[in-house]
T-cell receptor, first 115, second 113 residues
Framework: QKEVEQNSGPLSVPEGAIASLNCTYS??????FFWYRQYSGKSPELIMS????GDKEDGRFTAQLNKASQYVSLLIRDSQPSDSATYLC???????????????FGQGTILTVHP | KAGVTQTPRYLIKTRGQQVTLSCSPI?????VSWYQQTPGQGLQFLFE???????NKGNFPGRFSGRQFSNSRSEMNVSTLELGDSALYLC????????????FGQGTRLTVV
């Protein structure tokens, strides 16, 4: 089992729709969860961080965390063509402080928003 | 506030050579992590430095090494380059460690021929 798994995609949604991106992780001790967006040929850009169970909203983005189910998701409301990118889920396992600086990434989900 | 700066942006090296990549973190950030990104393996953690000390290391051979200076700037070195080392090398800085938000530089695209 991979440590961090994302829905494989690619995911295609029409402009204005809600895009839903999902991620599961294997280490129950994981503490911190991040979503990055990566445009083709560019580096990852942090768009959301979440540390506690529940929802966290930032503009059109909502991150949801359920530690009991070991599941984190990202919702993008009113999707725009400029949202077309690869979305990476990243988890910091922080097992007793030994995972300093180490983010474990999923393979990414390619999102295409078509006009 | 300036972001994470990586130099050079592009490199072409020959098998067997060595290479040094540089990373300047965001001002005030003391943790610097390095990642390798390839189409097949995705983003893989190389190592992390904090206050000039390596605190964590990924599963890469000893040819991959790094260091951090007193001003938090970091370098990574790859010796005896192999074709498989061709990748995008990314540096990320954070205030303290992986539990805080990490911001990536633009990366160094290394091609080994």
């Amino acid at each position: 089992q991979k440590e961090v798994e994302q829905n494989s995609g690619p995911l295609s949604v029409p402009e204005g729709a809600i895009a839903s991106l999902n991620c599961t992780y294997s280490d129950r001790g994981s503490q911190s969860f991040f979503w990055y967006r990566q445009y083709s040929g560019k580096s990852p850009e942090l768009i959301m961080s979440i540390y506690s169970n529940g929802d966290k909203e930032d503009g059109r983005f909502t991150a949801q965390l359920n530690k009991a189910s070991q599941y984190v998701s990202l919702l993008i409301r009113d999707s725009q063509p400029s949202d077309s990118a690869t979305y990476l889920c990243a988890v910091n396992q922080d097992a007793g402080g030994t995972s300093y600086g180490k983010l474990t990434f999923g393979q990414g989900t390619i999102l295409t928003v078509h006009p | 506030k300036a972001g994470v700066t990586q130099t050079p942006r592009y490199l072409i090296k020959t098998r067997g050579q060595q290479v040094t990549l540089s990373c300047s973190p965001i001002s005030g950030h003391r943790s610097v992590s390095w990642y390798q990104q390839t189409p097949g393996q995705g983003l893989q953690f190389l190592f992390e430095y904090f206050s000039e000390t390596q605190r964590n290391k990924g599963n890469f051979p000893g040819r991959f090494s790094g260091r951090q200076f007193s001003n938090s700037r970091s370098e990574m070195n790859v010796s005896t380059l192999e074709l498989g080392d061709s990748a995008l090398y990314l540096c990320a800085s954070s205030v303290r460690d992986g539990n805080t938000e990490a911001f990536f530089g633009q990366g160094t695209r290394l091609t080994v021929v």
